[in-house]
T-cell receptor, first 115, second 112 residues
Framework: GAGVSQSPSNKVTEKGKDVELRCDPI?????LYWYRQSLGQGLEFLIY????????KSGLPSDRFSAERTGGSVSTLTIQRTQQEDSAVYLC?????????????FGPGTRLTVT | RKEVEQDPGPFNVPEGATVAFNCTYS??????FFWYRQDCRKEPKLLMS???SGNEDGRFTAQLNRASQYISLLIRDSKLSDSATYLC?????????????FGKGTRLHILP
């Protein structure tokens, strides 16, 4: 079946512009996560959606970052007034209903470059 | 103590050798554990879940030691294609909400 998809695959933007990154999770997966990964670094958790519960936004680095998930499916991560330090690969993952042993499936990521 | 800690490596290992990595975690209530593999400039992919009784998948064996709070990954008869970064992942689930922590990864280079 179809995996997690993300768009765009690459985005180059000027400092100060807003960007929107999209994630389409695997159909039927109730949990969706956003991470970012800078070059040569580990994954940094950003935000987590689980069903209709309030999202866990504890990883968002500043109020310039926001995310929403419409209809329990597609998610959009928005970065306002981008800064050069926002340059990274933004990864989305989804997983099935809660329970022990839940595994995440990642999309290919969006490579964001802020010039 | 970091929530999930891994030796960053790199581990440079000749082809055919056996290599093992450990990963320590700080939360004794952690409930589920995984190893992911990440190739250069690619997304992480699940390698295997780690069960309490230990589990094996071909050349790969994962173990969990709750008393000492670490998990391990053993790769036997290593192949060139095993070169990647191996990420340790711990889920500290609270009620029905995940709290997934990724380690920073261990880099493995298999040498011909």
């Amino acid at each position: 079946g179809a995996g997690v998809s993300q768009s765009p695959s690459n985005k180059v933007t000027e400092k100060g512009k807003d960007v929107e990154l999209r994630c389409d999770p695997i159909s039927g997966h109730t949990a969706l996560y956003w991470y970012r990964q800078s070059l040569g670094q580990g994954l940094e958790f950003l935000i987590y959606f689980q069903g209709n519960s309030a999202p866990d936004k504890s990883g968002l680095p500043s109020d310039r970052f926001s995310a929403e998930r419409t209809g329990g499916s597609v998610s959009t991560l928005t970065i306002q007034r981008t800064q050069q330090e926002d340059s990274a690969v933004y990864l989305c993952a989804s997983s099935k209903d809660p329970g022990q042993g839940r595994e995440q499936y990642f999309g290919p990521g969006t490579r964001l470059t802020v010039t | 103590r970091k929530e999930v800690e891994q030796d960053p490596g790199p581990f440079n290992v000749p082809e055919g050798a056996t290599v093992a990595f450990n990963c320590t975690y700080s939360n004794s209530a952690s409930q589920s554990f995984f190893w992911y593999r990440q190739d250069c400039r690619k997304e992480p992919k699940l390698l295997m879940s780690v069960y309490s009784s230990g589990n094996e998948d071909g050349r790969f064996t994962a173990q969990l030691n709750r008393a000492s709070q670490y998990i391990s990954l053993l790769i036997r008869d290593s192949k060139l294609s095993d070169s990647a970064t191996y990420l340790c992942v711990v889920n500290n689930q609270v009620n029905r909400d995940d709290k997934i922590i990724f380690g920073k990864g261990t880099r493995l280079h298999i040498l011909p």
